[in-house]
């Protein structure tokens, strides 16, 4: 069994019969007393977010896992409708695995979706970036290049994003899908 000092960003474990992936850790180490890791964790059914915290050196039931590449076909319910690209086997993947990055998700994208021992998945991990197009935003101020003001921008999927003063309706954007900012136009 492992320990605290095996827990990590991304890894997956069992907490009072609930499997829980860790989003973010801290290592503690107040003036007096034990070490203890403080993790935010998300449960993967319910995606309820919650805070576990371990003293150091405590028995942690981590949970290996299999990523597997997969195209996204379609929308079905609450799930998405993913295809393995080896195997062409279709599976439905709950849209609360994915966490906030669901509004990036496009047909035909491929998503590294997560699956534990009894091949159920777990989570979905978009790619870092995605390329969406400006379906509308106001005009500009002309000549404002120095400044680094920003205005609203909505791209594909009704998707509100800061941008800078120059972008346009109808230019194509690159979006980080973690944090949902503006990276860069692309041509």
Same mark, same amino acid.
């Given at each position: 069994?492992?320990?605290?000092?095996?827990?990590?960003?991304?890894?997956?474990?069992?907490?009072?019969?609930?499997?829980?992936?860790?989003?973010?850790?801290?290592?503690?180490?107040?003036?007096?007393?034990?070490?203890?890791?403080?993790?935010?964790?998300?449960?993967?059914?319910?995606?309820?977010?919650?805070? #576990? !915290?371990?003293?150091?050196?405590?028995?942690?039931?981590?949970? !290996? #896992?299999? =990523?597997? %590449?997969?195209?996204?076909?379609?929308?079905?319910?609450?799930?998405?409708?993913?295809?393995?690209?080896?195997?062409?086997?279709?599976?439905?993947?709950?849209?609360? $695995?994915?966490?906030?990055?669901?509004?990036?998700?496009?047909?035909?994208?491929?998503?590294?979706?997560?699956?534990?021992?009894?091949?159920?998945?777990?989570?979905? #991990?978009?790619?870092?970036?995605?390329?969406?197009?400006?379906?509308?935003?106001?005009?500009? =101020?002309?000549?404002?290049?120095?400044?680094?003001?920003?205005?609203? $921008?909505?791209?594909?999927?009704?998707?509100?994003?800061?941008?800078?003063?120059?972008?346009?309706?109808?230019?194509?954007? !690159?979006?980080?899908? %973690?944090?949902?900012?503006? #990276? %860069? !136009?692309?041509?």
């Amino acid at each position: 069994m492992a320990t605290t000092s095996d827990i990590s960003k991304g890894c997956f474990f069992k907490q009072d019969g609930e499997l829980l992936t860790v989003l973010s850790y801290d290592h503690i180490t107040p003036g007096k007393g034990n070490a203890i890791y403080s993790t935010k964790c998300r449960n993967v059914k319910t995606g309820k977010q919650s805070e #576990v !915290r371990f003293r150091s050196g405590e028995k942690v039931d981590i949970v !290996r #896992v299999t =990523i597997v %590449e997969m195209q996204y076909l379609y929308e079905e319910g609450d799930s998405l409708v993913c295809m393995n690209q080896e195997t062409f086997e279709q599976i439905s993947v709950p849209k609360v $695995a994915f966490g906030d990055a669901i509004k990036f998700v496009k047909e035909e994208m491929i998503l590294s979706i997560r699956f534990d021992d009894d091949e159920q998945p777990l989570d979905g #991990v978009l790619p870092k970036h995605v390329e969406l197009v400006v379906t509308y935003t106001e005009n500009g =101020i002309k000549g404002d290049s120095t400044s680094k003001s920003l205005k609203a $921008a909505e791209v594909e999927g009704g998707i509100n994003v800061q941008v800078p003063l120059f972008v346009e309706t109808g230019d194509k954007l !690159r979006i980080n899908t %973690e944090t949902g900012e503006y #990276v %860069e !136009r692309v041509k």
